[in-house]
C-alpha cells in the first residue's frame, strides 16, 4: 500500500491543502486506486516555507501546490504503485 500524507497544519490550509486532499481523492477514485493508495491528513509537518507539504511512503514533496497537485499525482505517486508496498495503517 502506498501512503500520500497531506499537512492541513494552519500554513498549508491556507495554501491551499485541502485542495490537494480533493485532487487526489478524485484521481485515486478515478483510477481505481482505493485498495493501492492510502491518502491521509497531517498536522504540521515542519516544512512550512516550501509550499504545502506532504509525503509519499515518507519520501518528502516540496514545492506542492493546487495547480500541480494533479502533476505530482501522476509524476510521483503512479511510478511507485508498481512496487509493491506493506499495507497502511489509519
Given at each position: 500500500?502506498?501512503?500520500v500524507v497531506v499537512c492541513v497544519g494552519s500554513s498549508c490550509h491556507i495554501k491551499g491543502s485541502y485542495q490537494v486532499i480533493a485532487t487526489f481523492k478524485e484521481?485515486?477514485?478515478e483510477h481505481h486506486?482505493?485498495?493501492?493508495?492510502c491518502l491521509k491528513a497531517s498536522f504540521c509537518m515542519e516544512?512550512?516555507?516550501s509550499g504545502i507539504s506532504m509525503t509519499i511512503?515518507?519520501?518528502?514533496?516540496?514545492?506542492?501546490?493546487?495547480a500541480n497537485s494533479a502533476d505530482i499525482f501522476?509524476?510521483?505517486l503512479l511510478p511507485m504503485l508498481s512496487v509493491?508496498?506493506?499495507?497502511c495503517t489509519r
Open positions: 500500500m502506498t501512503e484521481l485515486i477514485k486506486l482505493e485498495e493501492q493508495v516544512r512550512c516555507m511512503n515518507g519520501q518528502p514533496i516540496q514545492g506542492v501546490g493546487f501522476y509524476t510521483r509493491p508496498e506493506e499495507g
